[in-house]
């Protein structure tokens, strides 16, 4: 694979990842090779390696003679997957008390503040993207890089497991809890950070059982920027 493809195959995986995350492809939704090949000017070979890749991150799954969807995780993997994030968050927090410096605080008020507008606005693609995408911030002051991939790989597969949609209840409660844990960091806390994390990953796993509500929306337009 030459940079060129390479590049535009990172730029499909971004976009399908992204429109996971903001709750526009719902699990089970057929990602049709044609279409996304349109919507980005490519051939279907660079299309199918980044099908490949989503697969590899287990956002989508593939089907011999039927092609590729959004994966539908089952309540098992659901399991692991927070019993997963749970060992490796609570470690970065840990880790972050120590670590974080006061611009890095601020960076993060920050980000809490979009969440909290955009909940307001009820703006639903993007209170979830800024929910998830919490997590992920936390990950970047500690600057490593493996870390943030594995953090961002577990967010995106998490988008597929809870809601849909939140209710406007729902997201301003997460971005609550986001609040309490950012201030157990700042007072430098980490016992306090990781209890509030775990009753915020409890909170959000407990939805499981809800009925989500599902986006109407095509393929075409769900990978819209």
Same mark, same amino acid.
């Given at each position: 694979m030459?940079?060129?493809?390479?590049?535009?195959?990172?730029?499909?995986?971004?976009?399908?990842?992204?429109?996971?995350?903001?709750?526009?492809?719902?699990?089970?939704?057929?990602?049709?090779?044609?279409?996304?090949?349109?919507?980005?000017?490519?051939?279907?070979?660079?299309v199918?390696?980044?099908?490949?890749?989503?697969?590899?991150?287990?956002?989508?799954?593939?089907?011999?003679a039927?092609?590729?969807?959004?994966?539908?995780?089952?309540?098992?993997?659901?399991? +692991?997957?927070? @019993? *997963? %994030? /749970?060992?490796?968050?609570?470690?970065?927090?840990?880790? $972050?008390? !120590?670590?974080?410096?006061?611009?890095?605080?601020?960076?993060?008020?920050?980000?809490?503040?979009? +969440?909290?507008? @955009? *909940? %307001? /606005?009820?703006?639903?693609?993007?209170?979830?993207?800024? $929910?998830? !995408?919490?997590h992920?911030?936390?990950?970047?002051?500690?600057?490593?890089?493996v870390?943030?991939?594995?953090?961002?790989?577990?967010?995106?597969?998490?988008?597929?497991?809870?809601?849909?949609?939140?209710?406007?209840?729902?997201?301003?409660?997460?971005?609550?809890?986001?609040?309490?844990?950012?201030?157990?960091?700042?007072?430098?806390?980490?016992?306090?950070?990781?209890?509030?994390?775990?009753?915020?990953?409890?909170?959000?796993?407990?939805?499981?059982?809800?009925?989500?509500?599902?986006?109407?929306?095509?393929?075409?337009?769900?990978?819209?920027?």
């Amino acid at each position: 694979m030459d940079e060129g493809e390479s590049s535009s195959t990172e730029v499909i995986v971004a976009a399908v990842t992204r429109a996971i995350v903001e709750h526009r492809l719902q699990p089970g939704a057929k990602l049709v090779e044609q279409t996304i090949g349109d919507r980005f000017g490519v051939s279907r070979t660079i299309v199918r390696q980044a099908l490949i890749r989503l697969s590899q991150l287990k956002l989508v799954r593939l089907e011999p003679a039927r092609g590729a969807f959004v994966a539908k995780p089952s309540i098992i993997e659901a399991r +692991e997957v927070f @019993a *997963v %994030r /749970r060992m490796v968050e609570s470690q970065m927090l840990r880790e $972050l008390v !120590d670590k974080a410096r006061p611009i890095d605080i601020k960076r993060l008020k920050a980000h809490l503040k979009a +969440e909290r507008d @955009a *909940v %307001r /606005r009820i703006d639903v693609a993007t209170r979830t993207k800024l $929910l998830f !995408d919490f997590h992920v911030r936390l990950a970047e002051v500690l600057g490593n890089q493996v870390l943030i991939e594995l953090i961002q790989e577990l967010v995106s597969r998490c988008s597929l497991i809870t809601l849909m949609y939140q209710s406007s209840d729902d997201a301003g409660a997460s971005n609550a809890e986001h609040v309490d844990i950012l201030r157990a960091i700042e007072a430098r806390d980490a016992d306090e950070a990781i209890r509030l994390l775990d009753e915020h990953l409890n909170t959000v796993e407990h939805q499981l059982t809800e009925h989500p509500r599902v986006p109407q929306l095509t393929l075409a337009d769900a990978l819209r920027p």
